[in-house]
């Protein structure tokens, strides 16, 4: 239960990697060159490489892009592309990821703003990603050859990304396929379309093309063929969730079933408050959330998460283990049993035994229910038997979200 999680962001969201560094045991996060390059600005070099270098995260690096050609000359308008960056725009090679790091930061910070060591620190804390562009592109050229599915998907996405286009969902759709070309022969007005998305998205250049309602499918084969064996959680946004379960029934828990599980116990442990909403108001860094997800109470609370049923509910287990007995206590068959490691905790109880003294209670089976009872209460807070997610609820996260 919250073992693994991949994020698949289109932008950076500080709040969602909070939220799974908290509770799952391990998170990827599947990052572009743009993505690091605000990380930074956001957050400073020194945290990045903190968080990269974490046994809690993998930054997943992907080099290639996937994209959507179109030349407006040509019979079939469209193909599927997989773009790899090999030069600066001043002609400066790019040849590994610390090139390609380099350049993005240099970009949007200014050159020379990082030093070559911190960017190959960082560079050698990420994983690069395997690359399957024919494989993507076959994937996605079966996809839109499938005419339902391909609909569907158009409707999803207009919607996502035109909220207020009217009857998005009776729009009529469908892709002519021609070797690796394809012509999207749809009812969509697409002068209506980029009017409404300018109004909505506040940019005045905004523009919504048949390439654009294409490239999401794309995205889509793009992650499935990299996440579907991996046997994790993935947290995709609305659009790209929406497509994954259009495409596919069993990605379908894997993409709700974390996030809204970690939702519901959010709201009953802690009102409402949530390590994202922390993070995403200030009131927490994300450093923060990185040193508290690491601490010794934390990783044994996501063990306890972790040792839970596959696919089980957080909030539901959790409200079992308050009720339940201790394992460690449960599993002492006999008082005597309890008595001799109350004895070894140093913890005085003669007076709860009379004259006979520790070994004479033991062996004559002389210890009442009112001793023992004293003596569990302080076997729990001497050795610290017995603990349970709560704990870590009300010693440690809570103050941790409160300030």
Known sequence: MLERVLILPQKVELGSLAEALTYYGHVEVAYQRGHIA????????????????????????????????????????HSFVCITFAASAEGRRINTVEDEVAEAIDRRLGRGTVGRRDLRRLADAMVLREEYPEAISKGALADVSNPDFLQRAIRIVLARRVPSYPKADRILARARVSEKYIYLDSNVDFILASNLLREFSGVADAKLTPAQLLTPLLNVRSEMIYSGDRRCDIWADDTHSDLFRAKVNSFMSRLVGGRSSIDRFEEFAFAG???????????????????????????RFKQWIKNGPDGGDLLAEYEKSRVAPSQLAASLPVKAAKMVLFAGAGVAIEAGVGGAGVVGAVAGNLVGDATLS???????????????????VTKSANPFLRG
């Open 38 to 77: 605000e990380l930074v600005e956001r957050l400073g070099i020194d945290s990045v490489i903190r968080i990269a270098e974490s046994d809690l995260v993998t930054f997943v690096y992907r080099r290639s892009m996937d994209a959507v050609r179109t030349d407006d000359t040509a019979l079939y308008p």
């Open 273 to 299: 408050r949530s390590f994202s909403e922390a993070v995403e108001c200030g009131e927490r860094s994300l450093i923060d959330v990185l040193e508290f997800a690491e601490a010794r109470d934390t990783r």
């Open 374 to 392: 004293v003596a569990d209460k302080l076997l729990g807070s001497h050795l610290s038997l017995g603990w349970k997610p709560n704990q870590w």
